[in-house]
C-alpha cells in the first residue's frame, strides 16, 4: 500500500527578486524538509518503542548472484553509531593499504552499549576479506560517570588516519579521533572536546584528552575533520551557545589545527574563531574541511547564508568557504557559491528540462530558468583535487522558502559535484544522479542521503556515494541502497552504469539490498593501478533503539574505462604530462547558447572528421561532414538558431572515433 507521506503545495510560492511567480502544478504533491535541530541531551535508550522492521528482514538474497560482497564489522550501541550527517568516520591509506571503521562502541566491547566508549574496526589487506579485519578495538574507556551515561565522549565522533609520508610500516601510523561529550558540568548538553590516537599496530597505545569551553568561544560537535602526511590536522565546529538548552549561533566556526608532536606521538591543538557571518544569525547547516593532496591548500565550507549574498528565497542555504594556502595559518575573507539566479550556476539552473518546468509548475507563462530558487540540503562533503580547488558533494534541490527543501517528485532533487578550476574565482557544477526520496526515518531517528565524496591518492579523480530509496510508492528513505558515481578530472568524464548515462546502484542484490543504512564512505580511495575501489561502510539494524552492526563493501571499483560520459563544465587545469592520449579533445562553447555553437577540436593526428547533432530521443538534427583535417586546433561553428530550446549532443566523429558533448540551447 501506497504511503500518503507528502503534502501538496497548492499556494503560490514568491520569489524575492523577480515579478513572475513559479507555483507548484496543481496535482504535484511535495514535502517540505527542514534542517533538524540536533538534540543536545543524550537520550536514554527506549525500551517500549516498537521496532523498525525492515522491508526485507527475513528476505534476504540467498543466491550467489550479489554484485558486491558484504562483510560484518563491530557494533554500536543504536544508529547514532553513524550519527547524522557525514563525518569522516571510515578512513582508508592508499599507501599501507588499511582502514578504519571509527564509532560508538557497542555489544562486543566492554563494558558493552555505553556512552564514553569509542571503538575502532581495523582493515588490513584493503580489508578485502573477513580475516583482514579486526573489530571492536576499544580505543577509549570512560570513567566519568553520570548515571546512565558516561560524560567522557558521545556520539558524533570523527576520525582519520595519520600516516606520515614516505612511511610504509604500519607500526608508525594512527588512528586520529575528536568528538564531542558532556565532560563540560557547566551545562547540561554537549560542550566539550574528546580528542586522542590509537596506534594501529599496539593497540594499547592510545591517548585521551578532555577539553571544555570557559570561557567561551562555545564548543559543540564538530562536522569536519581531515589528517595529512605532513603532520597537520583540521577540524571545524559551529561556535553554537547550548547554555539554554537549544543551539544558538553564535557568528563564527571554531578552528583547529593540530600539529604532531613527535614526542608525545600525538596532535597538539591550537583553536582559533573564524567569522561566518549569516542572515538573521542563521544556524549554519553543517561544516567540512579538506586539504590538498599535498596538504598546502585548505578549504573549509559551511552550509548557510552569507550577510551580502543574494539567493532568490531568503535564507536558502548554499555553501560558503575560506580558503588557505600555507596549510591553514591564514585564511581568506569568506566566498559564497550563488547557485541560482542570474549569476547562478549553470549546471544548476540548466538541469530541469522545459518539459519538467511545465509539468511541476502551473503556467503558462513558466518560471525562467533564473527564475527557480535553489538551495542545499543539510549536509555536504568536501574535498580538495591536486591543484588545490575545492569539490563539493551535496543534495540541491527546489527552495520553497526560507530554510527548507521540496522533495516527493523524483528528479527535483539531485547530487552535484560543485567546484571551482580557478582557486574559487568562478563556480560550477556537474550532475552525478538524481534522488527518488530525501530523509529516512527509523522510529526517532533520522538520516537524510549522506553524500559523501573522495578523491584518489593524487587527486585527479573524485568519486560520489550517497543513500537513496528507489522503490516505486515509496517515499521516505527509510529502505536505502547504495549509488556510486566517478569523475574524471583530466578527461573531465564522468561513469557510466553499462553504457547509460546514470549513477551505479552498489548494493544491488547483495546482502544488504535496501537495507544500506546509513552509509559513510572514506574520503580516499584505494587504487591499484587504473582500478579504483571506494571504501564503503554501512549499519545494518532491526531496531533503531537498539544495536546496530556495521557493514563493508571490499570489492565495489571503476576502471579507467568507466569514465565515458562527458561532461559541461570548463576542464581543470591540468598539464602537459596529465593530458589523454585520446585521438582528439573536443570542447563545445559557449553553452548555454543561443545561436550560433563553437566546437573547439584538437587533433594528436590528420583525420577525417564527420559531425552529428541528436537531441535527448537520440534523432539526429543535424550533420557536417568535415572531411579531412589537418592535426593540431580546429574550430568551426554550428548554426543552433533553427533548433528548439532543449539538450542536444553533439558527436564528433575521428577516424571512426565518438567524441561527444552534451550542448544546451536556450
Same mark, same amino acid.
Given at each position: 500500500m501506497?504511503?500518503?507521506?507528502?503534502?501538496?503545495?497548492a499556494?503560490m510560492?514568491?520569489?524575492?527578486?523577480v515579478?513572475q511567480?513559479?507555483?507548484?502544478?496543481k496535482g504535484?504533491?511535495?514535502?517540505?524538509?527542514?534542517q533538524?535541530?540536533?538534540?543536545?541531551?543524550?537520550p536514554v535508550?527506549?525500551?517500549?518503542? &516498537? =521496532?523498525?522492521?525492515?522491508?526485507?528482514?527475513?528476505?534476504k538474497? !540467498?543466491?550467489?548472484? #550479489?554484485?558486491?560482497?558484504v562483510? *560484518? /564489522?563491530?557494533?554500536?550501541?543504536?544508529?547514532?553509531g553513524y550519527?547524522?550527517?557525514t563525518r569522516p568516520?571510515?578512513?582508508?591509506?592508499?599507501?599501507?593499504?588499511?582502514l578504519?571503521?571509527?564509532?560508538?562502541?557497542?555489544?562486543?566491547?566492554?563494558p558493552?552499549?555505553?556512552?564514553?566508549?569509542?571503538?575502532m574496526?581495523?582493515?588490513?589487506?584493503?580489508?578485502a576479506?573477513?580475516?583482514?579485519w579486526?573489530?571492536?578495538?576499544?580505543?577509549t574507556a570512560?570513567?566519568?560517570?553520570? &548515571? =546512565?551515561y558516561?560524560?567522557?565522549?558521545s556520539?558524533?565522533?570523527? !576520525?582519520?588516519?595519520y #600516516?606520515?609520508?614516505?612511511n610504509t *610500516? /604500519?607500526?608508525?601510523?594512527?588512528?586520529?579521533?575528536?568528538?564531542?561529550?558532556f565532560?563540560n558540568?557547566?551545562?547540561s548538553?554537549f560542550?566539550?572536546?574528546t580528542?586522542?590516537?590509537?596506534?594501529?599496530?599496539?593497540?594499547?597505545?592510545?591517548?585521551?584528552?578532555?577539553?571544555?569551553?570557559?570561557?567561551p568561544?562555545?564548543?559543540?560537535?564538530?562536522?569536519?575533520?581531515?589528517?595529512t602526511?605532513?603532520?597537520?590536522?583540521?577540524?571545524l565546529?559551529?561556535d553554537?551557545?547550548?547554555? &539554554?538548552?537549544?543551539?544558538?549561533?553564535?557568528?563564527?566556526?571554531?578552528?583547529?589545527?593540530?600539529?604532531?608532536?613527535?614526542a608525545?606521538?600525538?596532535?597538539?591543538?591550537?583553536?582559533?574563531?573564524?567569522?561566518?557571518?549569516?542572515?538573521?544569525n542563521?544556524?549554519?547547516?553543517?561544516?567540512k574541511?579538506?586539504?590538498?593532496p599535498?596538504?598546502?591548500k585548505?578549504?573549509?565550507?559551511?552550509?548557510?547564508q552569507l550577510?551580502g549574498?543574494?539567493?532568490?528565497?531568503?535564507?536558502?542555504y548554499?555553501?560558503i568557504?575560506?580558503?588557505?594556502t600555507d596549510?591553514?595559518?591564514?585564511?581568506?575573507d569568506?566566498?559564497?557559491?550563488?547557485?541560482?539566479?542570474?549569476?547562478g550556476?549553470a549546471?544548476?539552473?540548466n538541469?530541469?528540462?522545459?518539459?519538467?518546468?511545465?509539468?511541476?509548475?502551473?503556467?503558462?507563462?513558466y518560471?525562467?530558468?533564473?527564475e527557480?530558487?535553489?538551495?542545499?540540503a543539510?549536509?555536504?562533503?568536501?574535498?580538495?583535487?591536486?591543484w588545490?580547488?575545492p569539490?563539493?558533494?551535496?543534495?540541491?534541490?527546489?527552495?520553497?522558502?526560507?530554510?527548507s527543501?521540496?522533495?516527493?517528485?523524483?528528479?527535483?532533487?539531485?547530487?552535484?559535484d560543485?567546484?571551482?578550476?580557478?582557486d574559487g574565482?568562478?563556480?560550477?557544477?556537474?550532475f552525478?544522479?538524481t534522488?527518488?526520496?530525501f530523509?529516512?526515518?527509523?522510529?526517532?531517528?533520522?538520516?537524510?542521503n549522506?553524500?559523501y565524496?573522495?578523491?584518489?591518492?593524487?587527486?585527479?579523480?573524485m568519486?560520489?556515494?550517497?543513500?537513496?530509496?528507489?522503490?516505486?510508492?515509496?517515499?521516505?528513505n527509510q529502505?536505502?541502497?547504495?549509488?556510486a558515481?566517478?569523475?574524471?578530472?583530466?578527461?573531465n568524464?564522468?561513469t557510466?552504469?553499462?553504457?547509460?548515462d546514470?549513477?551505479?546502484?552498489?548494493?544491488f542484490?547483495?546482502?544488504?539490498?535496501?537495507?544500506?543504512?546509513?552509509?559513510?564512505?572514506?574520503?580516499i580511495?584505494?587504487?591499484d593501478?587504473?582500478?579504483?575501489?571506494?571504501?564503503?561502510c554501512?549499519?545494518?539494524?532491526?531496531?533503531a533503539a537498539?544495536?546496530?552492526?556495521?557493514?563493508?563493501?571490499?570489492d565495489?571499483?571503476?576502471?579507467?574505462?568507466?569514465?565515458?560520459?562527458?561532461?559541461v563544465?570548463?576542464?581543470?587545469?591540468?598539464?602537459m604530462?596529465?593530458k589523454?592520449n585520446?585521438?582528439?579533445t573536443?570542447?563545445?562553447y559557449?553553452?548555454?547558447?543561443?545561436d550560433?555553437?563553437k566546437?573547439?577540436?584538437?587533433?594528436?593526428?590528420?583525420?577525417?572528421?564527420?559531425?552529428?547533432v541528436t537531441?535527448?530521443?537520440?534523432?539526429?538534427?543535424?550533420?557536417?561532414?568535415?572531411?579531412?583535417m589537418?592535426?593540431?586546433?580546429?574550430q568551426?561553428?554550428?548554426?543552433a538558431?533553427?533548433l528548439?530550446?532543449g539538450v542536444?549532443?553533439?558527436?564528433v566523429?575521428?577516424?571512426?572515433?565518438?567524441f561527444?558533448?552534451?550542448?544546451?540551447v536556450?
Amino acid at each position: 500500500m501506497k504511503k500518503v507521506l507528502l503534502i501538496s503545495l497548492a499556494l503560490m510560492i514568491g520569489l524575492a527578486v523577480v515579478a513572475q511567480k513559479p507555483q507548484v502544478s496543481k496535482g504535484v504533491f511535495v514535502k517540505n524538509y527542514s534542517q533538524e535541530q540536533v538534540v543536545i541531551k543524550e537520550p536514554v535508550e527506549a525500551t517500549t518503542i &516498537s =521496532p523498525f522492521k525492515s522491508k526485507f528482514q527475513g528476505l534476504k538474497n !540467498a543466491s550467489n548472484t #550479489n554484485i558486491v560482497s558484504v562483510l *560484518t /564489522l563491530g557494533t554500536s550501541a543504536n544508529v547514532l553509531g553513524y550519527s547524522s550527517g557525514t563525518r569522516p568516520m571510515v578512513w582508508a591509506d592508499d599507501d599501507l593499504n588499511v582502514l578504519i571503521n571509527f564509532h560508538r562502541a557497542g555489544p562486543g566491547a566492554t563494558p558493552p552499549s555505553l556512552s564514553g566508549y569509542y571503538a575502532m574496526d581495523l582493515g588490513v589487506n584493503n580489508g578485502a576479506t573477513q580475516a583482514d579485519w579486526n573489530n571492536q578495538i576499544l580505543v577509549t574507556a570512560a570513567k566519568m560517570v553520570a &548515571s =546512565p551515561y558516561y560524560y567522557d565522549a558521545s556520539r558524533y565522533p570523527c !576520525a582519520a588516519i595519520y #600516516n606520515p609520508t614516505g612511511n610504509t *610500516t /604500519l607500526a608508525n601510523a594512527y588512528c586520529a579521533f575528536f568528538g564531542p561529550n558532556f565532560a563540560n558540568l557547566v551545562v547540561s548538553g554537549f560542550g566539550g572536546y574528546t580528542i586522542g590516537r590509537a596506534n594501529l599496530v599496539n593497540f594499547a597505545d592510545t591517548t585521551k584528552r578532555l577539553k571544555w569551553y570557559n570561557p567561551p568561544p562555545y564548543t559543540y560537535i564538530p562536522d569536519g575533520f581531515s589528517v595529512t602526511g605532513n603532520g597537520i590536522a583540521h577540524v571545524l565546529d559551529g561556535d553554537n551557545n547550548v547554555e &539554554s538548552g537549544s543551539v544558538v549561533y553564535m557568528g563564527n566556526v571554531i578552528y583547529g589545527r593540530g600539529v604532531w608532536n613527535t614526542a608525545t606521538k600525538d596532535f597538539d591543538y591550537t583553536y582559533t574563531s573564524i567569522p561566518f557571518p549569516t542572515v538573521d544569525n542563521q544556524n549554519i547547516a553543517d561544516n567540512k574541511i579538506a586539504a590538498s593532496p599535498d596538504g598546502q591548500k585548505v578549504w573549509m565550507s559551511v552550509l548557510g547564508q552569507l550577510v551580502g549574498s543574494t539567493p532568490l528565497v531568503d535564507s536558502a542555504y548554499a555553501p560558503i568557504l575560506r580558503k588557505s594556502t600555507d596549510g591553514g595559518l591564514t585564511w581568506s575573507d569568506p566566498i559564497v557559491v550563488q547557485l541560482d539566479g542570474p549569476n547562478g550556476i549553470a549546471g544548476i539552473k540548466n538541469h530541469f528540462s522545459d518539459y519538467f518546468i511545465q509539468n511541476f509548475f502551473v503556467g503558462p507563462p513558466y518560471p525562467t530558468r533564473d527564475e527557480i530558487p535553489y538551495t542545499c540540503a543539510f549536509d555536504h562533503s568536501l574535498s580538495v583535487d591536486k591543484w588545490g580547488n575545492p569539490h563539493i558533494g551535496v543534495v540541491v534541490g527546489y527552495a520553497p522558502g526560507g530554510g527548507s527543501i521540496s522533495t516527493g517528485v523524483d528528479s527535483l532533487l539531485n547530487v552535484y559535484d560543485i567546484y571551482s578550476v580557478n582557486d574559487g574565482a568562478s563556480w560550477q557544477a556537474v550532475f552525478m544522479g538524481t534522488l527518488k526520496t530525501f530523509r529516512g526515518t527509523w522510529a526517532t531517528y533520522t538520516s537524510d542521503n549522506r553524500t559523501y565524496i573522495s578523491r584518489n591518492k593524487n587527486g585527479d579523480k573524485m568519486f560520489f556515494t550517497w543513500n537513496d530509496t528507489r522503490i516505486d510508492g515509496e517515499t521516505n528513505n527509510q529502505n536505502p541502497d547504495v549509488y556510486a558515481r566517478g569523475f574524471d578530472l583530466i578527461t573531465n568524464k564522468i561513469t557510466a552504469d553499462n553504457g547509460t548515462d546514470q549513477p551505479n546502484n552498489v548494493t544491488f542484490l547483495c546482502d544488504i539490498t535496501q537495507e544500506a543504512y546509513w552509509q559513510c564512505t572514506s574520503p580516499i580511495v584505494f587504487t591499484d593501478n587504473n582500478k579504483f575501489t571506494l571504501p564503503i561502510c554501512t549499519q545494518w539494524f532491526a531496531d533503531a533503539a537498539l544495536d546496530a552492526t556495521f557493514k563493508y563493501i571490499p570489492d565495489f571499483s571503476y576502471v579507467q574505462g568507466d569514465f565515458t560520459i562527458p561532461v559541461v563544465a570548463d576542464p581543470c587545469p591540468i598539464g602537459m604530462g596529465e593530458k589523454s592520449n585520446a585521438l582528439a579533445t573536443v570542447n563545445v562553447y559557449p553553452n548555454p547558447i543561443k545561436d550560433i555553437a563553437k566546437v573547439s577540436l584538437t587533433l594528436s593526428q590528420n583525420a577525417n572528421v564527420t559531425v552529428s547533432v541528436t537531441n535527448l530521443v537520440g534523432q539526429q538534427v543535424m550533420s557536417l561532414n568535415k572531411g579531412s583535417m589537418s592535426a593540431g586546433a580546429q574550430q568551426f561553428s554550428i548554426d543552433a538558431r533553427n533548433l528548439t530550446s532543449g539538450v542536444y549532443f553533439i558527436t564528433v566523429l575521428v577516424n571512426g572515433q565518438k567524441f561527444t558533448q552534451k550542448m544546451i540551447v536556450e
